[in-house]
């Protein structure tokens, strides 16, 4: 394949696991230079010292401004420039309203939300400079609709998106493309705790009309295209990929419950 990123650095948040880290891969593949930024040391340490030359880790709370600040620095001093933002950290939280902590919501809107803004505002001028650059966004399906007990999570997942749409208009004629992409479920760890309950899983797997949760790499893929010169007019787009989830009302499925067609 084309080494669609080569002589490009990309840097990645949340990289060091998930999608982040088949992202890092991806880029590295495709001849990035990357930087991986986590919370987690090990697994970033880890994943750069198998990647070799090309690739760094630098420890990064994405929810403190000054921490991603110097990230964006660290990233232009050992590679020289900026090409590609991946704004993926993030953390879920699972409680109904008035049961959700004070302490949680803002853990989540901090990391989540805060996060991303933090990610663009330190890496914009630096594109800006350079006369371009591209920028995905992790949003997630769950920014588009509401889910049960996702109150947090849902408003951050929602600011991400309105976030990238108006980063994509005040910077289009910079040569910034700013995009999102929605996942829906993905086997991940943010998601591991589901094996605990009996049965979720299946009724999980069973929501998605492909029957099944993606694969990290599955993600990966649609925000390397999205930063990549093969999305040169794509800007703005809150790109879901989810299997089909948000092409549902949400309506049974009244083929199975009626016996008729294939649509098991
Ligand atoms: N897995 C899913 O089903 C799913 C669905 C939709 C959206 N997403 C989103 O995808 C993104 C990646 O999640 P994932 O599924 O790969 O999960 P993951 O837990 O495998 O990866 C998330 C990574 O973010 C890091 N992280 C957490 N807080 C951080 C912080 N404050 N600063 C820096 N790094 C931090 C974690 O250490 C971890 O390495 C998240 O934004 C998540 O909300 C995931």
């Not at 594109?127 to 509401?146: C, D, F, K, P, W």
């Not at 999305?231 to 948000?246: L, M």
């Amino acid at each position: 394949m084309e080494a669609r990123f080569g002589g490009r650095v990309a840097l990645v948040t949340g990289g060091a696991s998930g999608i982040g880290a088949a992202a890092v891969r991806q880029f590295h593949r495709e001849g990035a230079c990357v930087v991986i930024a986590d919370v987690d040391a090990a697994g970033g340490t880890a994943l750069a010292g198998e990647l070799g030359a090309r690739a760094r880790f630098h420890a990064t709370d994405v929810s403190d401004y000054d921490a991603v600040e110097a990230l964006v620095l660290e990233a232009v001093s050992a590679f020289g420039r900026l090409d590609v933002l991946f704004n993926n950290a993030g953390i879920g939280s699972f409680s109904p309203i008035p049961d959700l902590a004070v302490e949680d919501w803002q853990r989540v809107i901090a990391t989540d939300l805060n996060g991303v803004f933090y990610g663009m505002k330190a890496a914009i001028p630096v594109m800006r400079e350079q006369g371009g650059g591209a920028i995905v966004n992790t949003a997630s399906i769950s920014g588009l609709s509401g889910d049960y007990g996702f109150a947090a999570y849902n408003a951050a997942k929602a600011g991400v998106i309105n976030l990238t749409r108006t980063a994509a208009i005040d910077h289009a004629r910079e040569g910034i493309r700013v995009n999102a992409v929605c996942p829906g479920p993905v086997d991940t760890p943010i998601i591991a705790g589901i094996s605990e309950v009996p049965g979720l899983r299946a009724t999980w797997d069973d929501a998605v009309p492909m029957g099944r949760f993606a694969r990290p790499e599955e993600i990966a893929e649609v925000a390397a295209f999205l930063a990549s010169d093969a999305a040169s007019y794509v800007t703005g787009a809150i790109i879901p990929v989810d299997g089909g989830v948000t092409a549902h009302t949400g309506q049974p499925n009244l083929l199975r419950a009626m016996g008729r067609g294939d649509a098991s």
